[in-house]
């Protein structure tokens, strides 16, 4: 039809493709850039949550800065710690943040496995039948009381809710009421309050031993009857130390149990995040300061002057070392500072000796000059 005929050459008909050798080294090349890639991003990963965390402790620490100013000096107003301190959502450092519109449970540590608070294990399974748990030793565990709205309704905190229902253990509907009311409120951390933030220091009597404010009520460092309260301004101001040297908040470590029920997104059997760091310890086994008998001399070798500030320590092992080795601490002047773990034993060691506590070695990884280590803020550091 006068059009030209298509004429298919050689060339045209056998294109060449790629060899099975070929094939075998693209792909080979595209694995090696991979293995090199994904560690790039594992490390870049790695370094945003670290960012994220360091970023929210900052938020927090002005947050408990801005709080010290409204509260006469007064830093927080406990742990966040329903046995030992009172209803969460009203007694706390993270209840008196969340009253200042600060969402602490959506500021969490992002590199942290642990993502609840050990409070969440009394909140779900404490027995809150018992003679006198609403309020025992000072301790307001009910809270406020319930009030009347102007439409007849009955207003209650969630923690006198727990307490009235009369929870003996576990069940469905203590952990509905704890899941919508609290955890979903965002009342939740896993960052570990340091003792001295919520105890604020001990008190000693002429003999070395704390003042029991109330008899009959336990003398453990870690409960408020035998401490002076949460962290002032004016006890930082009296302190002999810096307030860059003073943690407030840290990267938590894991408590010994664990969720005793699925709470929200968080699976039963996960574990909990420690409330509170350990307090003053002694340096030989880390164990409890011990009582002092009466008429034990002050001065000299045996003293209970000496116990206190040549013996003993702050107890850190509650702090994380979640990014990489490193812990972030917030301080007392606003900072918020890495802390590594150089011998990688999981533990920040300021001083005890290897085979303490779970000490692998007498490596000094937070030096007494960085760190506040003693038992008081007014105790001097000694040579």
């Known amino acids: 039809m006068g059009g030209k005929a298509l004429v298919l050459t050689e060339s045209s008909c056998h294109r060449r493709g790629f060899t099975l050798v070929e094939l075998l080294v ?6 090696i850039l991979m293995s090199l890639l994904i560690p790039a991003i594992g490390v870049a990963r790695s ?28 830093y927080c107003s406990g742990a966040f710690s329903w046995n030992t301190d009172g209803a969460v959502t009203e007694t706390g450092w993270v209840a008196d943040l969340m009253a200042q519109n600060t969402s602490v449970g959506e500021m969490l540590c992002p590199a942290n496995p642990n993502q609840v608070s050990e409070t969440y294990g009394d909140l779900l399974s404490l027995n809150t039948t018992t003679a006198g748990f609403a309020t025992n030793c000072g301790v307001n565990r009910a809270g406020s009381p319930a009030r009347t709205l102007p439409d007849g309704t009955l207003l209650k905190n969630p923690c006198r809710s727990l307490v009235d229902a009369a929870f003996n253990g576990a069940s469905p509907a203590r952990t509905q009421l704890v899941t919508e009311q609290i955890f979903d409120q965002h009342f939740n951390t896993n960052f570990t309050a340091s003792w001295i ?4 220091g001990v008190e000693l009597d002429g003999n070395g031993n704390p003042v029991n404010q109330n008899p009959g009520c336990g003398n453990s460092l870690l409960l408020r009857n035998t401490t002076r309260g949460p962290l002032t301004a004016a006890l930082l101001d009296r302190a002999k130390v810096a307030a860059n040297q003073i943690p407030l908040l840290g990267d938590g470590n894991a408590a010994s ?42 001065n000299g070798a045996s003293g209970w002057w000496t116990v206190w500030h040549r013996q003993v320590l702050q107890d850190y092992r509650q702090f994380a070392p979640v990014h990489r080795g490193v812990c972030n601490v917030l301080f007392a002047d606003g900072s918020v500072r890495p802390v590594a773990d150089q011998n990688e034993d999981g533990f920040l060691n300021n001083g005890f000796a290897a085979g303490i506590g779970g000490f692998e070695t007498n490596e000094v990884e937070i030096a007494p000059e960085d760190f506040m280590s003693l038992y008081s803020l007014q105790a001097e550091l000694l040579p």
């Open 47 to 74: 370094a945003a949550r670290k960012a994220k965390c360091q970023n929210n402790l900052r938020q927090l620490g002005i947050g408990l800065h801005v709080r010290s100013q409204q509260n006469d000096g007064a």
């Open 26 to 31: 693209v792909i080979a090349i595209i694995g």
């Open 257 to 298: 149990r664990t969720l005793p029920d699925t709470l929200g997104n968080r699976q039963s059997g996960e574990p909990l995040v420690l409330s509170v760091t350990g307090g003053p310890v002694r340096i030989v086994d880390a164990s409890p300061v011990p009582a002092f008998a009466p008429g034990t001399p002050r």
């Open 197 to 200: 933030l919520v105890r604020g």
